[in-house]
């Protein structure tokens, strides 16, 4: 059984409520970054960049089997993390989960000031996006497996 | 500092802690702190004297009046302008000359004349001529710096030509920190009797500034970063121009007689103010004037200065961090990078540490092309920051290092 996207919300704000320091929290951002699914170096252009954020940030989506696979890249560590954590989330789901998840684990571990509209590594931006292309597999491919 | 306690228990936001750390804010470039007499006048404005200037006869509007006209002739006297006829209050820098742009480009800009710059120019030092260039078919030209951040003044000869118009200079640069030759730029540009426009949004509040020794034609500032309030700035002209240009905006105040078939505009400097200012904004700047006025600005430079060295000095110890701008001529403005490390990482972790400042293009974009970087840190200092808060910055610096290394 594959982990629901509340589920995997869940694990996440577990593991993050072991860290009792900010600097702990980062940390384990930074960890994560690492385990980013990366975007094809191609990929990386201004066609694939988000904008509205301070760091640059790199996002793509393939449909595969009825599902959204995302990969990302960015050149700040911390938004690296962040957008490890929302793949992990979000990534190989159909598009109407994706389209429908209520993503609150991001309030939960303590990363709400970074949802601001106006904050610089537009996280906003990044969620946004990947919901797009959610939409856009949707339209295209939706009736098919959904 | 003679007393920096004292000045620092003027400031109310000081005193907070942030992530329950000690607030250190470094982001005195983007906005500068309130002393508690400028809060104080604003909150007594609006529950005890709040009235419309210039309308009514009522005694509230009359005081209001007479405290905003006193605002102005503080700001007069603050820049040693002739007559406060030539001070027009403004919403800040950005007002200032975007109203400078069109007014001033109405009457004086026809297709292909040409408009100077720097490469070191706030984007607001810099849209509003792009759009003016836009609407004119006008030029618009640009003097280059060097990488230690020096303008390169002696490429200006070769910009100045017969369709110069206007020459529109930033003081002090908000990223580099730069202290420019204006008076230099000045006097060059009135031999050839083009005006020049000084953005003196970074050096009003950091050092003695006087429009009459410059003999610039016009200056513009922001109140919010002389520790006053937002939303109220200034823009200085001499009165040949600004009698000269049209007004920007179309309102109440800034008329004579109105019909439907004609109407006639009110004379300097309402004439720019059109519809209900900000009244206790332009109170408050005043106030906010007088109090660094009364600490001094020669002391605000010395005791800057000293912060501006002590910080040069503690950064540049630290292995893998290079500073951009590196004048001898330097207000109290650091910016600078970590090697291998994204500046929004480095300010995120600062901000958790306590400490504000600022990552990014710093509204200045072609500064971060000159160097070919995306964005920098910044730290930018005022008289009531101190030496302590600089080792807290060089402390948090490791920890990021630490942290990204």
């Known amino acids: ?146 | 500092m003679q007393d920096i306690d004292k000045i620092r228990s003027d400031f109310p936001v000081l005193k907070q802690k942030v992530h329950g750390k000690p607030l250190v804010y470094f982001d005195n470039g983007a906005t500068t702190q309130k002393p508690e007499c400028v809060s104080d006048i604003v909150h007594k404005y609006y529950t005890e004297l709040n009235s419309s200037i210039h309308r009514g006869i009522h005694l509230l509007s009359g005081n209001a009046t007479e405290q905003y006209e006193k605002a102005r002739e503080t700001v007069k006297d603050f820049i040693g302008a002739k007559s406060s006829k030539e001070i027009i209050f403004t919403s800040g820098t950005t007002g200032s000359i975007n109203l400078l742009a069109f007014s001033f480009g109405e009457k004086y800009i026809s297709e292909g004349d040409e408009i100077i710059i720097s490469e070191m120019e706030h984007h607001a030092n810099i849209i509003p001529w792009q759009m003016l260039c836009a609407r004119k078919k006008a030029v618009l030209k640009v003097i280059p710096f060097n990488d230690n951040g020096d303008l390169q003044v002696d490429k200006l000869d070769k910009l100045i030509n017969k369709k110069t118009r206007l020459i529109s200079i930033i003081h002090i640069s908000n990223t580099l920190g730069t202290i420019n030759p204006v008076k230099e730029i000045i006097d060059k540009a009135h031999q050839y009797g083009i005006p020049v426009c000084i953005d003196a949004a970074q050096s009003v509040q950091h050092t003695p500034v006087n429009v009459q020794e410059l003999d610039c034609d016009f200056l513009v500032f922001s109140g919010h970063k002389i520790y006053g309030p937002t939303g109220i700035g200034v823009l200085f002209g001499k009165e040949k121009y600004l009698n000269a240009m049209p007004p920007y905006q179309g309102g109440g105040d800034m008329v004579d007689e109105v019909s439907f078939n004609h109407t006639t505009y009110n004379s300097l400097p309402f004439k720019f103010e059109a519809g209900t200012t900000n009244y206790i904004g332009a109170i408050a700047m005043g106030e906010a004037i007088n109090y660094i006025r009364q600490i001094g600005l020669e002391k605000i430079a010395q005791y800057e200065n000293e912060l501006l060295d002590y910080a040069t000095k503690c950064l540049l110890k630290i292995d893998g961090l290079t500073i951009y701008g590196n004048s001898t001529k330097k207000s109290s403005i650091l910016s600078f990078l970590i090697k291998g490390i994204h500046p929004l990482d480095a300010g995120m972790i600062l901000d958790k540490m306590g400490i504000a400042v600022r990552t990014g293009t710093h509204c200045a974009q072609p500064v971060m092309q000159h160097y070919s970087v995306d964005g920098m840190i910044r730290a930018s200092l005022s008289f009531y920051n101190t030496k302590q808060e600089i080792d807290y910055l060089c402390k948090g610096i490791e920890q990021v290092k630490l942290m990204f290394g």
């Not at chain 1, 593991?15 to 990929?43: A, T």
């Not at chain 1, 109407?96 to 904050?119: C, Q, V, W």
Request: charged share 25%; hydrophobic share 40%; aromatic share 10%.
């Open chain 1, 1 to 146: 059984m594959v982990a629901t996207i509340s589920e995997v919300q869940e694990e996440i704000v577990n593991e993050f409520e072991i860290f009792d320091d900010w600097m702990d929290r980062y940390n384990y951002l930074i960890e994560l970054s690492n385990s980013l699914p990366l975007i094809k170096g191609e990929y990386k252009s201004n066609e694939y960049i988000i904008k509205g954020c301070q760091s640059k940030v790199w996002l793509n989506a393939e449909f595969v089997d009825g599902k959204v696979v995302y990969t990302a890249d960015s050149d700040a560590i911390i938004t690296k993390g962040i957008i490890s954590l929302l793949i992990r989330v979000l990534s190989e789901r159909s598009p109407k989960e994706i389209i429908n998840a209520k993503l609150d684990f991001i309030d939960k571990i303590g990363l709400r000031e970074n949802l601001s509209p106006t904050r610089a590594n537009g996280l906003l931006a990044m969620i946004k996006q990947m919901k797009l292309y959610a939409i856009a597999y949707n339209a295209k491919f939706g009736e098919l497996k959904n």
